[in-house]
Protein backbone atom coordinates (compact mmCIF):
# COMPACT_ATOMS: atom_id res chain seq x y z
CA UNK A 1 0.00 0.00 0.00
CA UNK A 2 1.51 3.08 -1.31
CA UNK A 3 0.30 6.72 -0.25
CA UNK A 4 -0.12 9.02 -3.13
CA UNK A 5 -2.37 11.80 -3.44
CA UNK A 6 -4.61 11.13 -6.28
CA UNK A 7 -6.29 14.53 -7.50
CA UNK A 8 -8.89 12.95 -9.72
CA UNK A 9 -10.53 10.61 -6.97
CA UNK A 10 -10.21 13.49 -4.34
CA UNK A 11 -12.38 15.62 -6.88
CA UNK A 12 -14.71 13.15 -6.90
CA UNK A 13 -14.66 12.81 -3.34
CA UNK A 14 -15.71 16.26 -2.85
CA UNK A 15 -18.45 15.99 -5.67
CA UNK A 16 -19.77 13.12 -3.56
CA UNK A 17 -19.74 14.72 -0.22
CA UNK A 18 -21.54 17.82 -1.31
CA UNK A 19 -23.83 15.45 -2.78
CA UNK A 20 -24.38 13.78 0.40
CA UNK A 21 -24.76 17.03 2.57
CA UNK A 22 -27.27 18.29 0.08
CA UNK A 23 -29.36 15.16 0.17
CA UNK A 24 -29.10 15.24 4.04
CA UNK A 25 -30.22 18.49 4.41
CA UNK A 26 -33.02 19.09 2.10
CA UNK A 27 -34.43 16.10 0.53
CA UNK A 28 -37.04 13.83 3.26
CA UNK A 29 -38.09 11.93 0.83
CA UNK A 30 -38.48 7.81 1.62
CA UNK A 31 -36.38 6.58 -1.17
CA UNK A 32 -33.95 9.19 -2.55
CA UNK A 33 -32.39 9.76 1.22
CA UNK A 34 -32.29 6.33 3.04
CA UNK A 35 -31.75 4.48 -0.17
CA UNK A 36 -29.83 6.56 -2.62
CA UNK A 37 -27.38 8.50 0.26
CA UNK A 38 -26.23 5.09 1.26
CA UNK A 39 -25.41 3.52 -2.16
CA UNK A 40 -23.41 6.84 -2.84
CA UNK A 41 -21.62 7.01 0.55
CA UNK A 42 -19.83 3.98 0.06
CA UNK A 43 -19.15 5.43 -3.48
CA UNK A 44 -17.59 8.52 -1.68
CA UNK A 45 -15.02 5.97 0.68
CA UNK A 46 -14.50 4.62 -2.32
CA UNK A 47 -12.60 7.73 -3.93
CA UNK A 48 -11.55 8.87 -0.47
CA UNK A 49 -9.78 6.09 0.26
CA UNK A 50 -8.52 5.68 -3.64
CA UNK A 51 -7.45 9.50 -3.49
CA UNK A 52 -4.61 9.11 -0.92
CA UNK A 53 -3.71 5.63 -1.64
CA UNK A 54 -3.06 3.61 -4.48
CA UNK A 55 -4.84 -0.01 -4.10
CA UNK A 56 -6.17 -2.19 -6.87
CA UNK A 57 -9.75 -1.66 -7.55
CA UNK A 58 -10.80 -4.63 -6.14
CA UNK A 59 -8.78 -4.23 -2.80
CA UNK A 60 -10.44 -0.72 -2.20
CA UNK A 61 -13.74 -2.13 -2.78
CA UNK A 62 -13.49 -4.94 -0.40
CA UNK A 63 -11.75 -2.79 2.01
CA UNK A 64 -15.00 -0.06 1.72
CA UNK A 65 -17.56 -2.72 1.59
CA UNK A 66 -16.02 -4.22 4.34
CA UNK A 67 -15.93 -1.42 6.87
CA UNK A 68 -20.11 -0.35 5.48
CA UNK A 69 -20.97 -4.13 6.49
CA UNK A 70 -18.84 -3.68 9.63
CA UNK A 71 -20.66 -0.18 10.57
CA UNK A 72 -24.12 -1.80 9.39
CA UNK A 73 -23.71 -4.51 12.07
CA UNK A 74 -22.33 -2.33 15.13
CA UNK A 75 -25.69 -0.61 14.31
CA UNK A 76 -27.28 -3.99 15.00
CA UNK A 77 -25.31 -4.11 18.05
CA UNK A 78 -26.46 -0.59 18.82
CA UNK A 79 -22.86 0.71 19.04
CA UNK A 80 -23.91 4.35 19.49
CA UNK A 81 -25.74 3.41 22.88
CA UNK A 82 -23.08 1.73 24.18
CA UNK A 83 -20.44 3.92 23.64
CA UNK A 84 -22.33 6.37 25.49
CA UNK A 85 -23.07 8.65 22.41
CA UNK A 86 -27.06 8.24 22.02
CA UNK A 87 -27.13 11.96 22.96
CA UNK A 88 -24.92 13.03 20.22
CA UNK A 89 -26.45 14.02 17.02
CA UNK A 90 -23.21 13.64 15.36
CA UNK A 91 -22.03 10.19 16.61
CA UNK A 92 -26.07 8.95 15.46
CA UNK A 93 -26.10 10.41 12.03
CA UNK A 94 -22.10 9.41 11.07
CA UNK A 95 -22.67 5.75 12.64
CA UNK A 96 -26.38 5.34 12.29
CA UNK A 97 -28.53 4.06 14.56
CA UNK A 98 -30.71 1.09 12.88
CA UNK A 99 -29.81 -2.03 11.41
CA UNK A 100 -31.23 -2.84 8.10
CA UNK A 101 -31.18 -5.17 5.39
CA UNK A 102 -31.57 -2.60 2.48
CA UNK A 103 -28.88 -0.30 3.88
CA UNK A 104 -26.65 -3.83 3.23
CA UNK A 105 -27.98 -4.00 -0.69
CA UNK A 106 -27.56 -0.36 -0.90
CA UNK A 107 -23.97 -0.53 0.24
CA UNK A 108 -23.42 -3.83 -2.06
CA UNK A 109 -24.87 -1.79 -5.34
CA UNK A 110 -22.72 0.96 -4.43
CA UNK A 111 -19.83 -1.21 -4.50
CA UNK A 112 -21.00 -2.60 -7.80
CA UNK A 113 -21.49 0.73 -9.71
CA UNK A 114 -18.08 1.80 -8.48
CA UNK A 115 -16.53 -1.81 -10.01
CA UNK A 116 -18.31 -0.97 -13.07
CA UNK A 117 -17.64 2.56 -13.79
CA UNK A 118 -13.54 1.67 -13.02
CA UNK A 119 -13.89 -1.49 -15.59
CA UNK A 120 -15.65 0.98 -18.19
CA UNK A 121 -12.83 3.61 -17.37
CA UNK A 122 -10.26 0.77 -17.95
CA UNK A 123 -11.45 0.22 -21.04
CA UNK A 124 -11.81 3.39 -22.50
CA UNK A 125 -8.10 4.19 -21.06
CA UNK A 126 -6.79 1.00 -22.93
CA UNK A 127 -8.88 2.23 -26.24
CA UNK A 128 -7.57 5.91 -26.33
CA UNK A 129 -3.82 4.60 -26.05
CA UNK A 130 -4.20 1.76 -28.69
Given amino acids: MLFKFNKRYYLWAVLLLITEVLIALHLHDSFIRPFGGDVLVVILLYCMLKS ?40 RTLIGTTFTWSDILAYTIGIIIVLLIERINRSFLKCSTS
Fill in 52 to 91: VVTLKVNTAAIIVLLIAYIIEMLQYLNIVYILGWGNSPLA
